[in-house]
DNA sequence: AGATGAACAGCATGTTCATTT
DNA sequence: AAATGAACATGCTGTTCATCT
């Protein structure tokens, strides 16, 4: 049987591609993993209302590694109270992470011209 | 059974409130029926990427008579070689139609300031 | 409890079909 | 065919559950 799939009718982004393009900027500076992904950027949203869940944010984190094969992922070893091996990120291709950025940042600029448009023509 | 409903996590605005906001502003300036307004729409967003599908115009107008109830429709008799009847609508209620207007511009205001923050974050 | 992952479920919306003129 | 409407299908993502330390 064919899987038959469906037209985007090229609304605005995506959430999961919008997480991405944060996930890569963070890994770009510095090495994080999931959870730590997760607080920061709920933190940073948080003011604009937007609060990411974890699972939205471990899809995108696997969907870099697997699909995009922008990241990679190594098990840290960590001495503390909690828990101690946690999965931290860091770039393995960063060719291919400035080409998706780039990717990104279109889809973006046009959502914004939408929503640009929309202010100017409705109020 | 309860229906457990979904919290949103308050990313972007959805398709359907956008729609909704320029289908007000249309019908405000004068009468439309449902595919005219799916022309105008398409034929206003297609250089943004955007083609919106007959349903999604339907389904909005449809809620803004019974839900919002903003508008109302009359059914008017054309004369020509389409069909002989086509369902019009006009404002019921502009004092609810600027209320709902007001409350799609603080989303929209919101989702806006989203993608300005990834871009000068991200870039 | 903190961290990761996956299964499950609901919703927004795309696709297709039916009906009427 | 133009117009409207509804049923059906799918993908995104929110919720819940499981596992490990």
Redesign the pocket.
């Known amino acids: 049987m064919e899987?038959?799939?469906?037209?985007?009718?090229g609304?605005l982004i995506?959430?999961?591609a919008f997480l991405k393009l944060y996930i890569i900027t963070n890994i770009e500076n510095g090495r994080w993993?999931?959870?730590?992904l997760l607080d920061e950027l709920r933190k940073e949203f948080k003011p604009l209302g937007f609060e990411?869940?974890?699972?939205?944010v471990?899809?995108a984190?696997?969907e870099l590694e697997d699909e995009e094969e922008i990241l990679t992922?190594v098990r840290i070893k960590v001495e503390g109270a909690?828990?101690?091996?946690?999965?931290?990120y860091k770039i393995k291709d960063s060719e291919k992470a400035k080409a998706y950025k780039k990717l990104v940042k279109i889809d973006i600029d046009r959502s914004e011209q939408l929503l640009r448009k929309a202010l100017g023509e409705n109020f």
Chains 1, 2 share one sequence.
Do not use: A, D, M, N
């Open positions: 899987k038959k799939s469906r037209e985007s009718t609304f995506k959430q999961r993993y999931g959870l730590q990411p869940q974890h699972s939205e471990y899809r984190l696997h992922k909690k828990r101690k091996e946690v999965i931290v």
